[in-house]
């Protein structure tokens, strides 16, 4: 499969899930800004996915990440779901326009839905609807160190005189 081909709407990617499901595969759902993709990043897409059998990520749009992190982000829409979709372990990049992804999570229903343990389970967005359908919400350790944040700041360093 082209990674371009991992890229879907959510209309497009509900039979998918649907079909996963029938399967029996586990639908693990995960959603991020994924700016500047890093080693924490690629740690925690990995371990969300062999929580379960499939790994659908919802991806902020640009309009939507610019809402919620101001000068954000670094790198448009397009390139950081071809580069998310470029991974191994994931099988579906799904973009959303809103401040959450909580319209996918009522959309998707996954059977376990993971953010990195910065969160908590109850700060989690669709913690409720996930766990009202006999789900799972579970968090994956921080690789300590990495953040797009940290990237940003030591690039900024290493320009400034
Ligand atoms: N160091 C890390 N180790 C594991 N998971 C991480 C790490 N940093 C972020 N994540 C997870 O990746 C997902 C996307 O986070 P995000 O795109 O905000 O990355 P970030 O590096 O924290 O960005 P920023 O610095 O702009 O906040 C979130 O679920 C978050 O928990
Ligand atoms: O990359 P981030 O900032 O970790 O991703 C955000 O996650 C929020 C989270 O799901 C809250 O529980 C979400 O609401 C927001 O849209 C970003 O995806």
């Given at each position: 499969m082209w990674s371009k081909d991992k890229i879907l709407a959510l209309e497009a990617v509900l039979p998918v899930v649907a079909d996963w499901k029938a399967q029996g595969q586990r639908v693990v759902f995960t959603n991020g800004c994924f700016d500047l993709l890093h080693l924490g990043h690629v740690d925690y897409l990995e371990k969300a996915r062999h929580l379960g059998d499939r790994l659908v990520?919802?991806?902020n749009t640009d309009a939507s990440v610019s809402c919620l992190k101001p000068g954000r982000p670094l790198q448009d829409e397009v390139s950081r779901a071809r580069?998310?979709?470029s991974l191994l372990f994931v099988d579906a990049v799904v973009?959303?326009?809103?401040?959450?992804p909580l319209t996918l999570i009522k959309a998707i229903v996954p059977?376990?839905?993971v953010k990195g343990d910065d969160y908590t389970i109850s700060g989690i967005v669709g913690h409720e609807v996930v766990l009202q359908n006999g789900g799972q919400v579970l968090t994956v350790p921080l690789v300590a160190g990495y953040s797009t944040t940290r990237i940003v700041e030591r690039i900024q360093a290493h320009l400034t005189p």
């Open positions: 990520v919802g991806l580069v998310l979709a973009l959303f326009d809103e401040q959450t059977d376990i839905l």
